[in-house]
């Protein structure tokens, strides 16, 4: 199998830099250095290009520049807006309930599990639909006055589906609880107006819209509590220390821009080539069923659950084949244990452990997903024969 004939159908866990990107980050790792927070010219240079790119991020977000956090990417948003809010709202109004949903990328559960053990904050998991939605009803009933947070994720990673963000939000506000929002897959398709989804407080990441890895923001309302994770300088208002990655912040927000560009005409795009794939193989391949929302869902992401097949297996027939896929959430490779996050869907484990994420984007091509659908069938049925947990 040469190079060639690789054809990457993972952008939910990573997508490729966009080349005009890297083009608008080269000058700051080549010529243009300093620490943005010294007096003299050389930080003065690069500070102006971060308040710059701070300026351009801010409008797309429809916020003020002031309100936006530099992180090194979506895990460190989500740590930073969940135990942030968390340890700020027990100072402030000795609030210990944590209010998430049963799907949230491990960056957000994994976060909640360690206040749960070693901070003693309690957690209460929002039902969910069949599509993994929650709704907004479910929100209203379970706020409690010592609700120091309520994290839902925009966009799905693992199934696609949307949650209803401005409905959750209007809630929340009207109690005066803090709303973080995971917007990580959302960023590239979705609005990211905070005014308009009624969040308080928004993880976003560069290299899920053709940006680089390792840089991030998080959106952090004005009022909002937040009580920093990471010690040091007076960077980012106090609330995250740390000399800021010039390069890094100028190709994400040169990213961003892009992405919110061509938006619809990508999102069409997609879309068509999405239900194309989700339509071919819910037909011709038996006990196959999508998860997530058939329709409202983000357009780059067709996820499935296969009764009786080996998702580990059917990754590495499929990447022999060419293909690189994913089962759910990058970090569960190589877990034995079927994603807790399909699991929370109501699958039993012989469909749980079966499950796939195709994830499409602006380099895939009709051609690729057509070669695709034509292998597919054989290899479920190749991991349905070898198969130890069907
Ligand atoms: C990728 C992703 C993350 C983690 O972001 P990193 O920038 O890779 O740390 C968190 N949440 C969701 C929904 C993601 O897709």
């Known amino acids: 199998m040469n190079e060639k004939s690789k054809v990457y159908l993972d952008y939910a866990a990573s997508t490729p830099i966009d080349k005009r990107v890297l083009e608008a980050m ?18 003065q240079q690069v500070g102006g290009a971060i308040e710059k790119a701070r300026i351009e991020m801010a409008e797309m977000l429809n916020c003020s520049p002031t309100e936006i956090i530099f992180t090194s990417g979506g895990t460190e948003s989500d740590n930073l807006a969940i135990r942030g809010a968390a340890f700020g709202a027990r100072e402030a109004r000795d609030a210990n309930h944590l209010l998430i949903t049963p799907v949230e990328h491990h960056a957000v559960s994994h976060t909640v599990e360690q206040l749960i053990e070693f901070h003693d904050f309690e957690v209460e998991y929002l039902p969910v639909d069949e599509y993994g939605v929650v709704r907004p009803a479910d929100v209203k009933e379970r706020l409690r006055p010592d609700t120091a947070i309520v994290s839902v994720i925009y966009a ?21 609880v803090p709303f973080h929002t995971d917007a990580l897959q959302a960023a590239a398709y979705f609005s990211l107006d905070v005014e308009e989804l009624t969040v308080d407080l928004m993880s976003l990441g560069a290299h899920k819209f053709y940006g680089p890895l390792g840089v991030g923001i998080l959106y952090v309302k004005k009022e909002t509590l937040l009580s920093p994770i990471q010690t040091g300088g007076t960077q980012e208002r ?12 100028i190709g994400m927000s040169k990213a961003l821009g892009l992405a919110r560009k061509d938006l619809e005409n990508n999102n069409k795009k997609l879309t068509a080539m999405r239900d194309q794939m989700i339509g071919r193989i819910l037909e011709e391949i038996p006990h196959s069923k999508l998860t997530g929302h058939p329709t409202k869902r983000t357009p780059h992401i067709a996820s499935f659950v296969f009764d009786g097949v080996d998702g580990n297996q059917l990754l590495m027939l499929l990447d022999v084949a060419g293909y690189a896929c994913s089962s759910g959430s990058a970090c569960m490779t190589g877990d034995p244990e079927p994603s807790d ?3 929370a869907l109501g699958y039993p484990k012989n469909w749980a452990f079966g499950s796939l994420r195709v994830s499409i984007g602006r380099g895939t091509t009709p051609v690729e997903i057509q070669g695709f659908l034509e292998i597919l069938p054989e290899k479920i049925e190749q991991s349905r024969n070898g198969s130890s947990t069907g």
């Open 26 to 43: 080269l000058p700051y790792l080549e010529n243009i250095h300093g620490n943005p927070a010294s007096i003299h010219t050389y930080g």
């Open 156 to 176: 799905n990673n693992e199934f696609g589906s949307i949650n209803p963000m401005h409905e959750i939000g209007e809630i929340c506000r009207e109690k005066g």
């Open 238 to 249: 106090n609330m995250r220390a740390g000399t800021l990655n010039t390069p890094y912040i």
């Open 341 to 343: 996050v399909i699991l």
